[in-house]
C-alpha cells in the first residue's frame, strides 16, 4: 500500500512539473510573438529602435507607431484570442461536444447580425460605437444562442452533440443570408467597415477598445476559472451530474449565458473570428489533460498565442497590405475542423 500511494505522489510531482512546462512554454511563445509583432508593419521598427521607444526615447512618429496603434492592436488580439478559447471550452464542456465552437454554432453570426443593424442606424466607427458594440454584440449573440438551445434541447434527451452542431450550422446560414441581404442597403463606408468585421479583421487599434472590452474578460474570466469542478461534473453527463447533487440545467445556462458573453465582447472589437474556439480547446486538452481547473487557463494561452501570432503573420506576409487575422485562423481551422469531423464519425 505505502508503495503504491508513493508511485501515485511521484506519478502527481511529474504531471505537476509537466503542466508547469507546458505553462511556461505557452508564455514564452506568447512573449516572442508580442515581440515580433511590436517590430512587424507597413512602418519599420528594428528591435533597437522598438526597445529604446518602449524606454522613452524614440522619435514621435515611433511613440505614434508603438504606442497608439500596435501595442493597442497586440493588447486586443491577446484578450480576443484568450476570450474566444474560453467561450469555446465551456462550449464544449457544457454540450459534451468536441465540434463546438462560437463561430461555426451561429453565435458570432448573431453578434454580427446586429452590429450591422447598429451601423445602418448610427454608422461606423463613432465614438459611441466602441462601448456599444459588446452590448449589441451580446444581444445579438444572445438571440442565436437561445434559438439554438431551444431547437437542440429535447426533454428526454437533453442536448445531442450532433443536434446542436446541424442546428448551429442551420442557424448561422439564415443570419448569413439575413445579412447579406441588409448589407446591400449600406453605403461605401459602411460596406467597407462590415466587410472588415466579417473577415475576422482586428480594426479597432487604439487604447478605447481594449477599455471597452477589458471589463468584460476581467469579470467573466474569473467566473468561468470559478466555475472549472462544475464543468468537470456536466462532463460525465446529466444523469450522474444530477446525482452528485449539481443543478444541470441551472448551471448549464449560467455557462452558455458567460461562453456567448464571452465571444460577443470579443467579437464586437475584433470582427468575425471563427475556429479559435474550437481549435485552442483542443490542443489544450491535448497538453494538460481533460480537467477544466488547468484546462481554462491553458486554453486562455492558446487562444491569445493563436490569435496574435496569426495577426501578426497577416500583417508580415503581404506587406504594406494585410491579411485579415480571421482568414489567417481559417486557413488553419478549416482543415482542423474536417478532420475532427472525419475522426468523431470513426
Not at 459534451?96 to 453565435?107: H, V
Not at 437542440?152 to 439575413?178: C, D, F, N, T, W
Not at 487604447?207 to 469542478?229: G, I, N, S, T
Not at 462544475?230 to 441551472?250: F, Q, R
Request: hydrophobic share 55%.
Amino acid at each position: 500500500m505505502q508503495g503504491s500511494n508513493w508511485n501515485i505522489e511521484a506519478y502527481r510531482k511529474r504531471m505537476n512539473r509537466r503542466h508547469a512546462w507546458i505553462f511556461l512554454c505557452f508564455a514564452a511563445l506568447l512573449l516572442l510573438s508580442f515581440i515580433i509583432s511590436m517590430n512587424t508593419g507597413f512602418t519599420r521598427l528594428s528591435p533597437i529602435d522598438t526597445v529604446r521607444t518602449l524606454l522613452g526615447g524614440g522619435t514621435d512618429k515611433e511613440n505614434l507607431v508603438l504606442f497608439q496603434f500596435r501595442l493597442p492592436r497586440i493588447v486586443i488580439s491577446i484578450l480576443v484570442g484568450a476570450g474566444l478559447a474560453l467561450s469555446g471550452c465551456i462550449i464544449q464542456g457544457v454540450s459534451r461536444n468536441a465540434l463546438a465552437d462560437p463561430g461555426l454554432l451561429g453565435i458570432n453570426a448573431g453578434a454580427g447580425l446586429f452590429v450591422v443593424l447598429f451601423v445602418m442606424a448610427w454608422g461606423a466607427k463613432t465614438a459611441v460605437t466602441i462601448f456599444a458594440l459588446p452590448f449589441l454584440a451580446l444581444a445579438g449573440a444572445g438571440g442565436a444562442a437561445v434559438l439554438i438551445y431551444l431547437l437542440a434541447y429535447k426533454k428526454e434527451e437533453g442536448i445531442s452533440p450532433l443536434r446542436l452542431v446541424l442546428v448551429g450550422i442551420a442557424v448561422q446560414a439564415g443570419i448569413g443570408a439575413a445579412m447579406t441581404v441588409l448589407v446591400l442597403a449600406l453605403d461605401e463606408s459602411q460596406f467597407d467597415f462590415i466587410v472588415l468585421w466579417q473577415a475576422g479583421s482586428i480594426w479597432g487599434s487604439n487604447w478605447k477598445f481594449v477599455v471597452a472590452l477589458l471589463p468584460w474578460l476581467l469579470l467573466l474570466v474569473p467566473y468561468a476559472m470559478m466555475k472549472a469542478p462544475v464543468l468537470d461534473t456536466l462532463h460525465l453527463g446529466d444523469e450522474i451530474a444530477g446525482g452528485l447533487g449539481t443543478k444541470v440545467e441551472s448551471e448549464r445556462r449560467k455557462l452558455l449565458a458567460a461562453a456567448v458573453a464571452l465571444a460577443a465582447s470579443s467579437v464586437a472589437v475584433s470582427g468575425s473570428i471563427s475556429f479559435v474556439g474550437l481549435i485552442a480547446p483542443h490542443l489544450a486538452r491535448r497538453l494538460v489533460g481533460t480537467g477544466h481547473r488547468l484546462l481554462l487557463p491553458a486554453c486562455a494561452l492558446c487562444g491569445a498565442l493563436l490569435v496574435s501570432a496569426s495577426d501578426t503573420i497577416g500583417r508580415l506576409i503581404v506587406q504594406p497590405d494585410e491579411i485579415p487575422v480571421g482568414i489567417v485562423v481559417a486557413v488553419v481551422g478549416a482543415p482542423y475542423f474536417l478532420y475532427l469531423l472525419a475522426r468523431s464519425r470513426r
